[in-house]
């Protein structure tokens, strides 16, 4: 399973973009990456997954290099409610033996 | 979207005594669920994969009597702490794999306090 490496924590203000990079070095040929925010006392929601290249849904985009070592999560305009913690995950959906080890996120902070 | 509903989300209980949480799949059929616990100001570490119909896969360093796992439908994984002593308190989250993109979907977490 491919470890993943995250900056423990970060701050920002209100209405930036947050960029929060994860390593993953040893990332499989079919292994996807995903990300998952969590607030305190609750579990991980869903944010995106991709493969390569680019991904962007409604809260946030997914930047992959072509060598797939590493991963972007960008959070644009950032507000208070995003304070959470974020984890990047590796691993192939739908596999039967699929499970997904977290690392230990980034804390991301925002203040006013 | 899929949602996975853990219950109950919060309990107390006396040193020595067993506590069951449930994680119930509410609009999929989930054939493999996760459990995994979380202390303060950690991550989540992996603690069995529950397979319907099958004996769990328990992760190392997880004792196995210890944290029963039970997963008798597509739709319910249960997870028993037995003789539960204070160094068992801790956030007990479930998830489950489903949707057409083998999206893993986390239950809201069930916070256990031992006396």
Same mark, same amino acid.
């Given at each position: ?112 | ?34 459990? %995994? ?6 991550? +989540? ?6 397979? !319907? /119909? =099958?004996?769990? *896969? ?33 956030? %007990? ?6 949707? +057409? ?6 239950? !809201? /977490? =069930?916070?256990? *306090?031992?006396?």
């Amino acid at each position: 399973l491919a470890k993943t490496t995250q900056p423990i924590s970060m701050d920002s203000y209100e209405g930036q973009e947050v960029n929060i990079t994860c390593s993953h070095n040893n990332i499989a040929t079919n292994d996807y990456i995903t990300w998952y925010q969590q607030f305190p006392s609750q579990g991980p929601r869903f944010i995106i997954q991709g493969y390569k290249t680019k991904v962007t849904n409604e809260v946030a985009s997914l930047f992959i290099p072509a060598d797939r070592k590493s991963s972007t999560l960008s959070l644009p305009r950032v507000s208070l409610s995003d304070t959470a913690v974020y984890y990047c995950l590796v691993g192939v959906p739908m596999d039967s033996s699929y499970k997904l080890i977290f690392g230990s996120g980034t804390r991301l902070l925002v203040r006013p | 979207g899929a949602v996975v509903s853990q219950h109950p989300s919060w309990v107390i209980c006396k040193s020595g005594t067993s506590v069951k949480i449930e994680c119930r799949s509410l609009d999929f059929q989930a054939t493999t669920m996760f459990w %995994y616990r979380q202390f303060p100001k950690q991550s +989540l570490m992996l603690m069995a994969t529950s397979n !319907e /119909g =099958s004996k769990a *896969t328990y992760e190392q360093g997880v004792e196995k009597d210890k944290f029963l796992i039970n997963h008798a439908s597509l739709t319910l994984s249960t997870l028993t702490v037995t003789s539960a002593h204070p160094e068992d308190s801790s956030f %007990y989250i479930c998830s489950a794999l489903g949707g +057409l993109a083998g999206e893993l979907f986390f239950g !809201e /977490g =069930s916070r256990l *306090t031992v006396l």
